[in-house]
C-alpha cells in the first residue's frame, strides 16, 4: 500500500476522533445544562406536577378552546409541532396512530404553528383537536424545541414530558398499555 494512502487514511481517522470526540464534548455539556436548570428559572422546563396556566387556542376551525375544556374529562396528551419539520412530521404520524389505539382514554391534541400548513395532518387519527400555538402559550409551556410531548391529568398538572410517542405507554394505566400501537 502506498505511504500517501495509509498518510491520508491516518490523518481521516484523527480528524473523525476529534470531530466525534468534540461533539460528543457539547452534548455532553448541554445535557448537563439542562439537567441543573434552575427551578425558578422562567426559561427552565416545567417540572413534575407543575399546574399549567389554563391558555386558550384558537382551532383549525377558528374555534377558541382551552386547555381546561381538553383535559375536562380524561388526561390530556400534547404534541407540540412545527409542521415544516421533518422529524416533527414523523412523530406526527405516530401520535396519530397512537390517538386511534388509546384515544378514547386520553385526549391526544396536536399543536402546530399557525403558519402551518394542514397537509401534513394525517387523515387518520383520534385527535380531540388541532390547535394553532402563539407565543404566550409556547412561553408558558416553556418549549425549547419541536416536536415537545407534554401528559397533563385533568387538573392540567404536568404528568410527564416523554421524548416521543413510542413512550407513552409507560405512563398508561395499567389496563390502557397493552391498546398501545408501540
Not at 416521543?164 to 394505566?173: A, G, I, L, R, V
Amino acid at each position: 500500500m502506498d505511504i500517501s494512502i495509509l498518510v491520508i487514511l491516518f490523518i481521516s481517522t484523527c480528524a473523525i476522533f476529534y470531530y466525534t470526540s468534540v461533539v460528543r464534548n457539547k452534548f455532553n455539556t448541554h445535557i448537563n445544562n439542562m439537567i441543573h436548570l434552575n427551578v425558578n428559572d422562567p426559561t427552565a422546563s416545567l417540572t413534575h406536577d407543575h399546574i399549567v396556566p389554563n391558555l386558550t387556542l384558537k382551532t383549525i376551525h377558528n374555534k377558541t378552546v382551552s386547555l381546561a375544556e381538553l383535559a375536562s374529562e380524561k388526561p390530556l396528551f400534547l404534541l407540540i409541532a412545527n409542521t415544516q419539520c421533518g422529524v416533527c412530521s414523523l412523530d406526527i404520524q405516530d401520535f396519530a396512530t397512537e390517538s386511534l389505539a388509546v384515544g378514547h382514554f386520553y385526549n391526544f391534541v396536536l399543536v402546530i404553528d399557525p403558519n402551518s400548513t394542514n397537509d401534513m395532518i394525517p387523515e387518520n387519527h383520534n385527535f380531540g383537536e388541532i390547535l394553532y400555538s402563539n407565543e404566550q402559550f409556547l412561553k408558558d409551556l416553556r418549549v425549547k424545541l419541536f416536536p415537545s410531548f407534554y401528559l397533563l391529568n385533568m387538573d392540567l398538572s404536568l404528568v410527564a414530558t416523554p421524548p416521543m410517542t413510542n413512550k407513552f405507554n409507560q405512563y398508561y394505566m395499567e389496563e390502557h398499555r397493552q391498546m398501545s400501537a408501540f
